[in-house]
């Protein structure tokens, strides 16, 4: 014969639940996931950030080389950046926007756009800037011996 064990009460009924940590390591699960693949889509959209930056200066450049050239005009470092562009289409620079403004002295090739996104709703702008002096002809104040 068995004898029936009394109900336990408030206190003990409050420690049984406090001591029983069945299905935590679920909930704890349910929480730290998309905390994780948030962490790591950021690590991801920073990394295409940099090397969008990259890319947009790396067209800057190229743009710059060819617009100081003698004889060069803003028109070809505008061209040749695009060329640039056009060559690394798939990239991660989106919507490209080149800006060469060129004067007796100097250049300066802009570059502008946008990041392909990975965090949603997370628009990152990119903009590299290249200036350097017109290539022109000098005459010698003395000559060369």
Not at 13 to 26: H, K, N
Not at 33 to 59: E, K, R
Not at 61 to 68: I, T, Y
Not at 79 to 96: C, H, I, M, S
Request: hydrophobic share 45%.
């Amino acid at each position: 014969m068995t004898t029936a064990q009394p109900a336990p009460g408030r206190g003990q009924l409050r420690q049984i639940l406090r001591d029983d940590d069945r299905g935590s390591a679920t909930a704890e699960l349910a929480v730290a996931t998309p905390l994780l693949l948030l962490m790591l889509m950021l690590i991801v959209q920073f990394a295409l950030w940099s090397h969008a930056s990259h890319v947009a200066q790396a067209a800057a450049a190229q743009g710059l080389g060819a617009a100081r050239m003698r004889g060069g005009t803003g028109a070809d470092g505008t061209r040749e950046a695009r060329e640039l562009l056009a060559q690394l289409a798939g990239g991660p620079l989106g919507d490209p926007l080149v800006e060469t403004t060129r004067d007796a002295t100097s250049v300066t090739v802009t570059v502008r756009g946008t990041v392909t996104p990975v965090v949603p709703f997370l628009v990152l702008p990119v903009r590299a800037v290249a200036v350097g002096p017109v290539e022109r002809f000098t005459p010698a104040d003395r000559p060369v011996a």
